[in-house]
């Protein structure tokens, strides 16, 4: 056990440092164990534009606008937390119209079909917080440490070494569940992102399709750079960058914004989504001190703030738990 501690929380994705914020920020001791440096995880391989994406739970839409709120604010100083308010389009094709956007999106208008890329039929323009997860990952650690807090990278955390950890234990290992809880039905969904220098462009595209696996289409401006996507495919867990799919990308961006035409790759992102058939939020059954937050698909950032403040409620709860015994 960490002595001198009130919660571990494990891993140092957005989930685990949003919660390790939350916590600190409410006056606990908290370290954050990860087995990964903050560039190496899945979140920082997102393309995080707000919006549940691959997410399951009754309350998700819940919590992704009480993140909204949240990157509302943030995007007030851009350069130190890497979010920005951004405006764009989400687009359909021929017989799959994109839907209206729900409740958070600011601005939405109907797009004249006359204005959309080749290909597209349909869409609506709206302005959300487009997220730099490089950035954006650095800002929380930085607030994170100013809080008192800390986040230590080493081996992965076991299954049997889980509850000992600290008095209080959050568990936001995203796939990493799959060893630490066995027989959890999450799994990963893969998916490619490629970063390339920005030409001028100022507004996100974003493809509306049927999340069926194989290749869609989105262009995110983040400042001096761009990110363009996408892919899908189901329980592959390789993160080998594969050529053909870096190319085919760069070739439905060129068609969907000119201006990436001839552009280069800076890096070819691979992350794995962690997809569940729900969000697992709560205590765990056996062990009432470790505190589940995992399972958030393509909306971990979306729904972050929102479920860590259900977190910081779970770990009152367990530590009023511990005092009774």
């Not at 992965?156 to 070494?161: D, G, H, K, L, Y």
Request: proline share 8%; aromatic share 4%.
């Amino acid at each position: 056990m960490n002595r001198g501690t009130d919660v571990v929380v494990v891993g140092a994705g957005v989930s685990g440092l949003t919660c390790a914020v939350r916590l600190a920020e409410a006056g606990q001791r908290v370290l954050v164990r990860s087995a990964h440096s903050l560039r190496r995880t899945t979140s920082c391989a997102a393309g995080a534009i707000w919006g549940p994406h691959l997410v399951a739970h009754d309350r998700a839409e819940h919590w992704a606008l009480e993140s909204l709120a949240v990157f509302r604010c943030l995007a007030g100083d851009p350069a130190r937390t890497g979010v920005r308010m951004r405006t764009g389009v989400e687009a359909g094709r021929p017989g799959l119209p994109a839907p209206e956007p729900g409740p958070g999106a600011e601005n939405v208008t109907a797009c004249d079909p006359a204005t959309l890329p080749p290909g597209f039929a349909n869409g609506w323009r709206y302005r959300v917080p487009l997220i730099d997860m490089t950035r954006y990952l650095a800002y929380l650690a930085e607030r994170l440490a100013e809080a008192g807090g800390e986040v230590t990278v080493g081996e992965p955390v076991t299954a049997t070494e889980l509850p000992r950890l600290g008095p209080v234990v959050v568990n936001c290992t995203g796939l990493g569940a799959r060893t630490l809880v066995p027989g959890d039905p999450i799994m990963p969904i893969r998916g490619d992102l490629l970063v390339v220098r920005n030409p001028g462009i100022d507004t996100f595209f974003v493809e509306h399709d049927d999340d069926s696996d194989g290749l869609t289409t989105y262009i995110l401006p983040q400042g001096d750079h761009v990110m363009l996507g996408g892919s899908r495919r189901t329980n592959d867990w390789s993160t080998n960058p594969e050529p053909a799919v870096e190319h085919a990308i760069l070739d439905r961006c060129a068609l969907a914004e000119p201006r990436l035409a001839g552009v280069r790759t800076i890096e070819h992102r691979v992350g794995l989504r962690p997809v569940r058939p729900r969000v697992r939020i709560g205590a765990d059954e056996r062990h009432p001190h470790v505190i589940h937050n995992y399972g958030h698909g393509g909306g971990g950032v979306t729904l972050s703030w929102g479920c860590a403040k259900e977190v910081l409620a779970l770990t009152g709860d367990a530590t009023r738990t511990i005092r009774q015994r």
